[in-house]
Each structure stands twice: as C-alpha cells, then as structure tokens.
Nanobody
C-alpha cells in the first residue's frame, strides 16, 4: 500500500515557476514509477509525464516538454514536478500517481493516487 500526498500548488504567473511535491508512504517507493497527471475543469485527466523507479528515465508529453521536469528523491520518498514558464492552459488540479511499470501512461494503469493540488496560472 502506498499513500501519496501532493503539495506546493498555488497561483503562479506566466513565465514564473512552481515546484510540486508528492510525498509517499511505504518502504517500496523506489519500486514504483511515478507519474504526474492533471485535470482541468470539464476536461479529462491527462498525462503529464513520469519518472522511473530509479530516477534514471523520464518521459514527458509534448505540451510540457522543455518546460516541466520530473525528479525524485528515493531517500525522502518524494517525487517533484518543476514547472517553469507555465502557461494559463497549464491551470489544473495536478495529481501524482504510482505505477508498477514505467510505460504506464493511462490513469487506469496507475495503482495509487494522491488527492491532487490546484495550480492556477495567471497571464
């Protein structure tokens, strides 16, 4: 069982930066690939990117590639989403999630979810 708690959301201006954190419970954190998703009002939850259990591999969707960076600290059981140069269209509730495989990109492929943290980007 893994419990995930996101933090760090808030209001940020276009061109600024924001770092989200996701703290995990449990002693098997490094065995999980960690993904970030987001959901805007009236839209489906969409995949942002993910990081492998060791942290050696990452993958990003095109709409955040080059602006967002995912990292993890397995000693602290924490994964991060660094958001640089955010845009108003990045406004959403952001979720972290844990999966057994690095290739997981669909919500149903993830076993555990956090409660989400709101990110609002103002222009």
């Amino acid at each position: 069982q893994v419990q995930l708690v996101e933090s760090g959301g808030g209001l940020v201006q276009t061109g600024g930066s924001l770092r989200l954190s996701c703290a995990a419970s449990g002693r098997t954190f490094s065995s999980y690939a960690m993904g970030w998703f987001r959901q805007a009002p009236g839209k489906e939850r969409e995949f942002v990117g993910q990081i492998s259990g060791s942290g050696s591999s990452t993958y990003y969707e095109d709409y955040v590639k080059g602006r967002f960076t995912i990292s993890r600290d397995n000693a602290k059981n924490t994964v991060y989403l660094q958001m640089n140069s955010p845009k108003p269209e990045d406004t959403a509730v952001y979720y972290c999630a844990a999966a057994r495989t690095f290739t997981a990109v669909r919500p149903y492929e993830y076993d555990y979810w956090g409660q989400g943290t709101q990110v609002t980007v103002s222009s």
